[in-house]
């Protein structure tokens, strides 16, 4: 045996000679022969592991000879049919780590002279699947720690370094996307040999596949390896045993540096939980590093995933029975992380509307016996939880907060009275209450469809708004006495009625009775449909009458539960506040600073100044319910023009005559009316609305600092504010409504609360849009260099992403001033 290696050894080193000094073709070709049968029998030897060491650097010498020859070298001199077969040959003829090993580092030193010639015979190398070869060859014991680790560099590392040598003369095979598949099944195969060889009795190892599989997946190909391995390991999961050994020893040999990736790209690519339970076997509790990202990472503090991953995730750990339920501590965590203050505050919404699905499917996963077990303390969390999110100023995280609450509440068994709230439904809170309808694990493959919906009842009644007659006065009955003057005809009263429950007053007046006295249902709900119809059609009984009727309405309570009752409380408010505009206006920037009146009045007083200001501004903002007849509002509407005595006509048609006659036109298109002018209403009377809310803010009358306490009704003001100053565009109070918001939101720019920084933003591009960009530069340059610093600040790290955006909206608007501030001093 060592006769033939040492005859072996000389061959090779013969063949090597051959090639570095030999002219002739023949010659050459001769000894490229040669090598190939050298390379071939390493195998066939049934020689020592030493003397195979010798061979294999005898053959690796040989091989890189071949593989770093130039071009212009020796290879020209061989026929061109026979040059590829015969460099082919001598590659594919050795061993599959050897071979791949020597053309990747050629081809990764390639510099235009030499090593080019590799690429096909890699390429083919891939194509005739020899790398089931070289993974099954790199799983061996025998194979040394460091020629694996060289390994799996070589093998995930081989795009990029075809891509960085080849360039454009990359090949398609070598790219990403064709690679990384092509791998993936070569793996499978490699499998597929194991588990044969485990049928057969033998002992084999997945660690190297393992390795490879995590490589792989934390340089970013998780996607493209997973979408091929994933679905073919699920079918032969289902029924095998062997294979599930298998996958399970797959994952759970992965180092623990690359364990969340080939994890977290599992839980992605897999569909249902049964199938993931197959695959990951019972890693979250084997493997401390699977378990923080399965219960932690991928449930507080990622929230991309979509709905159908997290059920997947919820349901396999709802599979995994131990000494301990881990979904009964997920819930737990989710519950307590839902219910922290601070977390409410200031993580993104969307982040908090993750967590909310992840708690309605850990409800609808637990039994109803688990739920009994933890049932005080599931309720104490979620009390605290409903708590805080209510005080949000974000309608989405309060309805979000109700909805868990009330799916909460439902599923264990809170008493007789369950907690029921009411608020507006939308897709996302009939998703989150479909979640939390009880199913087993199985039915979790794909995203749920909702089914339920408690749409809130927003129909709104319809009251005859007319009692009778404009021109008919109300009768105190039908039998009324006659006059006693005989020649007097009676007037004809049989087409009248006697006014009814449900008849609205024909006056202002009367409607203002009806509500001071609130009397009958009826009543009070035709007068409500009636009155903003009432003071559009009579301006001047509104302006006086006006101030004393928004009083009253400010002060109305719904006592009769009437049909639409807030809108058609604020319409009729908007109407009055644009016809008696600056009495009414002083009343109620008057009164939003007052004592004793709710939250929600306060709120109603700014939404009636946003709306009254949008109409003064643009008349066709107006309400739909008012009559297109008489609704001017003007307080001094236009006469005609008296009769001229002269019949002629005015000298203006008389010269449009001549022109027109005298004027040659080739051709005449169709006439398109331009745009009609209207007056803005509401730059004259801006300061009333906007000085009083801005100058009161830092003198309460009230011992309860609302604004400080209640982001809400300040992110309301802030955002009215703009609205405000937006409105005043083009007007010359524009400059010190925007220099007065400025310093107003200064101090609120990192204020706590998202809804008081949306606001504070809005108010900023508000500014920016309505007062000449010459006098901000004028009068406020270093308010302006300080306010890029903040919005570029809030576009790269403020946590919600509605905030972000609006940062960036400003910063456009900025950039419109970029060469005037790039010549101002820092």
């Given at each position: 045996?060592?006769?033939d290696v040492?005859?072996l050894?000389?061959?090779?080193?013969?063949?090597?000679?051959?090639?570095?000094?030999?002219?002739?073709?023949?010659?050459?070709?001769?000894?490229l022969g040669?090598?190939?049968q050298?390379?071939?029998?390493?195998?066939?030897?049934?020689?020592?592991?030493?003397?195979?060491?010798?061979?294999?650097?005898?053959?690796?010498?040989?091989?890189?000879?071949?593989?770093?020859?130039?071009?212009?070298?020796?290879?020209?001199?061989?026929?061109?049919?026979?040059?590829?077969?015969?460099?082919?040959?001598?590659?594919?003829?050795?061993?599959?780590?050897?071979?791949?090993?020597?053309?990747?580092?050629a081809?990764?030193?390639?510099?235009?002279?030499?090593g080019?010639?590799?690429?096909p015979?890699?390429?083919?190398?891939l194509?005739?699947?020899?790398?089931?070869?070289?993974?099954?060859?790199?799983?061996?014991?025998?194979t040394?720690?460091?020629?694996?680790?060289?390994?799996?560099t070589?093998?995930?590392?081989?795009p990029?370094?075809?891509?960085?040598?080849?360039?454009?003369?990359?090949?398609?095979?070598?790219?990403?996307?064709?690679?990384?598949?092509?791998?993936a099944?070569?793996?499978?195969?490699?499998?597929?040999?194991?588990?044969?060889?485990?049928?057969?009795?033998s002992?084999?190892?997945?660690?190297?596949l393992?390795q490879?599989?995590?490589?792989?997946?934390v340089?970013?190909?998780?996607?493209?390896?997973?979408?091929?391995?994933?679905?073919?390991?699920?079918?032969?999961?289902?029924?095998?045993?062997?294979?599930?050994?298998i996958?399970?020893r797959?994952?759970?040999?992965?180092?623990?540096?690359?364990?969340?990736?080939v994890?977290?790209?599992?839980?992605?690519a897999?569909?249902?939980?049964?199938v993931l339970s197959?695959?990951?076997?019972?890693?979250?509790?084997?493997?401390?590093?699977?378990?923080?990202?399965?219960?932690h990472?991928f449930?507080?503090?990622?929230?991309?995933?979509?709905?159908?991953?997290?059920?997947?995730?919820?349901?396999?750990l709802?599979?995994e029975?131990s000494?301990?339920?881990?979904?009964?501590?997920?819930?737990?965590?989710?519950?307590?992380?839902?219910?922290?203050?601070?977390s409410?505050?200031?993580?993104?919404?969307?982040?908090?509307?993750?967590?909310?699905r992840?708690?309605?499917?850990?409800?609808?996963?637990?039994?109803p016996t688990?739920?009994?077990?933890?049932r005080?303390?599931?309720?104490?969390?979620?009390?605290?939880?409903?708590?805080?999110?209510?005080g949000s100023?974000?309608?989405?995280?309060?309805?979000?907060?109700?909805?868990?609450?009330?799916?909460?509440?439902d599923?264990?068994?809170?008493g007789?009275?369950?907690?029921?709230f009411?608020?507006?439904?939308d897709?996302?809170t009939?998703?989150?209450r479909?979640?939390?309808?009880?199913?087993?694990?199985?039915?979790?493959?794909?995203?749920?469809?909702?089914?339920?919906?408690?749409?809130?009842?927003?129909?709104?009644?319809?009251?005859p708004?007319?009692g009778?007659?404009?021109g008919?006065?109300?009768?105190?009955?039908?039998?009324s006495?006659?006059?006693?003057?005989?020649?007097?005809?009676?007037?004809d009263?049989?087409?009248?009625?006697?006014?009814?429950?449900g008849?609205?007053?024909?006056?202002?007046?009367?409607?203002?009775?009806?509500?001071?006295?609130?009397?009958?249902?009826?009543?009070?709900?035709?007068?409500?449909?009636?009155?903003?119809?009432?003071?559009?059609?009579?301006p001047?009984?509104?302006?006086?009458?006006?101030?004393?009727?928004?009083?009253?309405?400010?002060?109305?309570?719904?006592?009769?539960?009437?049909?639409?009752?807030?809108g058609?409380?604020?319409?009729?408010?908007?109407?009055?506040?644009?016809?008696?505009?600056?009495?009414?206006?002083?009343?109620?920037?008057?009164?939003?600073?007052?004592?004793?009146?709710?939250?929600?009045?306060?709120?109603?007083?700014?939404?009636?100044?946003?709306?009254?200001?949008?109409?003064?501004?643009?008349?066709?903002?107006r309400a739909?319910g008012?009559?297109?007849?008489?609704e001017?509002?003007?307080?001094?509407?236009?006469?005609?023009?008296?009769?001229?005595?002269?019949?002629?006509?005015?000298?203006?048609?008389?010269v449009?005559?001549?022109?027109?006659?005298?004027?040659?036109?080739?051709s005449?298109?169709?006439?398109?009316?331009?745009?009609?002018?209207?007056a803005?209403?509401?730059?004259?009377?801006?300061?009333h609305?906007f000085f009083?809310?801005?100058?009161?803010?830092?003198?309460?009358?009230?011992?309860?600092?609302?604004?400080?306490?209640?982001?809400?009704?300040?992110?309301?003001?802030v955002h009215?504010?703009?609205?405000?100053?937006?409105?005043?565009?083009h007007?010359?109070?524009?400059?010190?409504?925007?220099?007065?918001?400025?310093?107003?939101?200064?101090?609120?720019?990192?204020?706590?609360?998202?809804?008081v920084?949306?606001?504070?933003l809005?108010?900023?591009?508000?500014?920016l849009?309505?007062?000449?960009?010459?006098?901000?530069?004028?009068?406020?340059?270093?308010?302006?260099?300080?306010?890029r610093l903040?919005?570029?600040d809030?576009?790269?790290?403020?946590?919600?992403?509605?905030?972000?955006?609006?940062?960036?909206?400003?910063?456009v608007?900025l950039?419109?001033?970029?060469?005037?501030?790039?010549?101002?001093?820092?």
């Open positions: 045996m060592d006769t040492a005859e050894g000389g061959l090779v080193r013969q063949a090597v000679a051959t090639l570095s000094s030999s002219g002739d073709g023949a010659e050459i070709a001769s000894a040669v090598a190939r050298c390379l071939g029998s390493v195998a066939g030897k049934g020689s020592s592991g030493r003397e195979q060491r010798a061979l294999a650097t005898l053959h690796a010498g040989l091989l890189q000879t071949l593989a770093a020859s130039p071009t212009g070298g020796w290879l020209r001199l061989l026929p061109a049919d026979q040059r590829l077969d015969l460099l082919h040959g001598c590659f594919l003829a050795a061993s599959p780590r050897l071979a791949f090993l020597t053309m990747v580092d081809i990764a030193a390639h510099s235009g002279g030499g080019g010639h590799c690429v015979i890699l390429e083919q190398f194509q005739e699947e020899r790398m089931v070869r070289l993974l099954c060859e790199a799983g061996d014991a025998e040394l720690l460091a020629d694996r680790e060289v390994l799996l070589r093998i995930t590392a081989l990029d370094h075809s891509a960085n040598k080849l360039q454009r003369a990359n090949r398609p095979l070598f790219y990403p996307e064709n690679y990384y598949p092509l791998l099944r070569e793996m499978l195969a490699a499998l597929g040999r194991i588990h044969q060889s485990l049928r057969d009795g002992d084999s190892s997945v660690s190297f393992s490879l599989l995590g490589k792989v997946c340089q970013g190909h998780s996607d493209m390896v997973l979408q091929v391995l994933v679905p073919r390991l699920a079918l032969l999961t289902q029924s095998d045993g062997v294979w599930q050994r996958c399970w797959l994952v759970e040999d992965v180092p623990e540096r690359w364990m969340e990736s994890v977290a790209g599992v839980v992605r897999t569909a249902g939980p049964e197959r695959l990951l076997g019972s890693i979250v509790l084997k493997n401390k590093k699977a378990e923080f990202v399965l219960t990472k449930l507080l503090l990622q929230y991309h995933h979509k709905t159908c991953v997290l059920q997947n995730l919820l349901g396999y709802a599979r029975k000494g301990r339920c881990l979904l009964e501590e997920v819930l737990r965590r989710l519950l307590t992380a839902w219910g922290c203050r601070a409410v505050r200031h993580s993104p919404v969307e982040q908090q509307a993750y967590i909310s992840a708690i309605t499917v850990c409800l609808g996963l637990l039994s688990q739920l009994e077990e933890q005080t303390e599931l309720l104490s969390l979620t009390l605290a939880g409903v708590e805080c999110r209510l100023s974000l309608p989405r995280v309060r309805r979000l907060g109700m909805v868990v609450a009330e799916c909460v509440s599923r264990i068994n809170a007789p009275h369950p907690l029921n009411q608020y507006e439904d897709d996302e009939r998703e989150v479909s979640l939390c309808s009880p199913r087993p694990p199985s039915s979790w493959e794909s995203p749920p469809q909702s089914h339920r919906s408690e749409d809130l009842q927003t129909d709104s009644g319809e009251t708004a007319d009778g007659s404009p008919q006065t109300e009768q105190s009955g039908p039998e006495e006659l006059d006693s003057d005989d020649e007097l005809v009676p007037y009263l049989s087409g009248d009625s006697e006014l009814g429950e008849s609205a007053p024909v006056y202002l007046t009367g409607c203002l009775e009806v509500l001071l006295n609130l009397e009958s249902a009826g009543r009070v709900g035709a007068t409500l449909n009636a009155l903003e119809r009432l003071v559009r059609r009579n001047s009984a509104a302006r006086e009458v006006g101030e004393e009727l928004t009083k009253v309405l400010l002060h109305l309570e719904d006592r009769f539960a009437t049909p639409g009752f807030e058609l409380r604020q319409q009729a408010m908007v109407a009055l506040a644009v016809t008696g505009t600056i009495p009414v206006i002083q009343y109620l920037t008057a009164e939003f600073y007052a004592v004793n009146y709710s939250l929600s009045q306060r709120l109603h007083i700014l939404d009636v100044l946003a709306l009254a200001a949008q109409e003064l501004a643009d008349p066709g903002l739909k008012g009559d297109s007849a008489g001017g509002g003007s307080p001094h509407p236009q006469l005609p023009d008296p009769p001229s005595a002269d019949p002629s006509p005015g000298w203006r048609q008389i449009e005559q001549r022109l027109q006659s005298k004027t040659r036109r080739f005449k298109g169709v006439w398109i009316p331009g745009p009609q002018a209207t803005n209403r509401f730059a004259p009377v801006a300061g609305f009083p809310l801005i100058n009161n803010y830092d003198r309460p009358q009230t011992v309860y600092d609302f604004l400080a306490e209640e982001p809400l009704v300040l992110g309301r003001l009215t504010l703009g609205l405000l100053v937006f409105l005043a565009l007007a010359p109070i524009a400059i010190h409504l925007g220099k007065a918001l400025l310093g107003f939101t200064w101090a609120l720019r990192y204020h706590p609360d998202t809804y920084r949306q606001g504070t809005f108010a900023m591009s508000s500014l849009l309505s007062v000449p960009s010459d006098r901000l530069l004028e009068d406020v340059p270093d308010e302006l260099l300080e306010a903040w919005l570029t809030v576009a790269e790290s403020d946590s919600d992403d509605t905030c972000r955006r609006q940062a960036l909206q400003s910063l608007l950039g419109n001033f970029q060469k005037k501030l790039a010549g101002l001093p820092e």
